[in-house]
């Protein structure tokens, strides 16, 4: 079993920064990629970025150059580094860890872009 919490979500306007937190616990050791996802009201969730257990990092067109996801296997978290914020980003992110035998998800961090 794997657990997944996120924070770091608020309130920011355009342009600005935040970055999320994805911890981790339980066997975190069998987590082989980690995703964030987001979902905006009424929209389907959407892939944002991947990184895998070798440090692969992958991109949705829409926030490269922008998003940076991370990881500290000390701390066992991975992090999602969101900067130039657009109104766009406006959504709930998720991260999802998925292991040889499982697909498990925190339970999202709201991030509102607005003036």
């Known amino acids: 079993q794997v657990q997944l919490v996120e924070s770091g979500g608020g309130l920011v306007q355009p342009g600005g920064s935040l970055r999320l937190s994805c911890a981790a616990s339980?066997?975190?050791?069998?987590?082989?990629?980690i995703h964030w996802y987001r979902q905006a009201p009424g929209k389907e969730r959407d892939l944002v970025a991947t990184?895998?257990?070798?440090?692969?990092?992958n991109y949705r067109n829409s926030v490269k150059g922008r998003f940076t996801i991370s990881r500290d296997n000390a701390k066992n978290t991975v992090y999602l580094q969101m900067n130039d914020l657009k109104p766009e980003d406006t959504a709930v992110y998720y991260c999802?860890?998925?292991?040889?035998?499982?697909?498990?998800w925190g339970q999202g961090t709201q991030v509102t872009v607005s003036s």
């Open positions: 339980g066997s975190i050791f069998s987590i082989n990629i």
């Open positions: 999802n860890g998925i292991t040889g035998v499982g697909n498990y």
């Open positions: 990184i895998t257990s070798g440090g692969s990092t």
